[in-house]
């Protein structure tokens, strides 16, 4: 067992582990919530699933910048900027999974959203990651 908790601290000590935990944990927030309120708007003049995921993105969001400002990159900087940076990135990377890979693969390609959810948002994890890493949670002073 000592052998287990040693081999998980040691990975944790790893940024690319943390942030793939993150994002693991806002997927599921958006994951869950995007399912769930999909199912609810259904028949919604047709937009039940571009509604759901605004609603799912605005608290994923929320969950993944807090985890990556606090624990991900341990940033101290001021937080305003970042979030500024954070959501200019979120924003971005919203509107291509959304309005561009979830519409292809849904409306055109006839995926359903269950399984093309989970794809748009692999296609943007690591572009995020890197945005992230070396423009908005940046620790060197500017």
């Known amino acids: 067992m000592s052998e287990i908790r040693q081999f998980v601290t040691k990975c944790l000590e790893h940024q690319p582990v943390r942030y793939l935990i993150s994002s693991c944990v806002a997927f599921a927030v958006d994951y869950a919530a995007l399912m769930l309120l999909n199912a609810l708007f259904k028949g919604f003049f ?27 990159f341990k940033s101290t900087k001021s937080v305003l900027p970042e979030l500024g940076g954070y959501y200019s990135l979120a924003l971005c990377s919203f509107a291509i999974k959304t309005y561009v890979i979830l519409e292809i693969l849904v409306r055109l390609l006839k995926i359903p959203l269950a399984i093309s959810k989970p794809i748009s948002e692999a296609v943007m994890f690591l572009v995020n990651y890197f945005v992230q890493k070396i423009v908005i949670f940046n620790k060197r002073k500017k």
Do not use: K, P, T
Request: aromatic content about 14%; proline content about 0%; hydrophobic content about 60%.
């Open 46 to 72: 047709g937009l039940s699933m571009e509604i759901a995921a605004a609603i799912s993105f605005a608290m994923s969001s929320q969950v993944n910048f807090w985890i990556n400002r606090r624990w991900v």
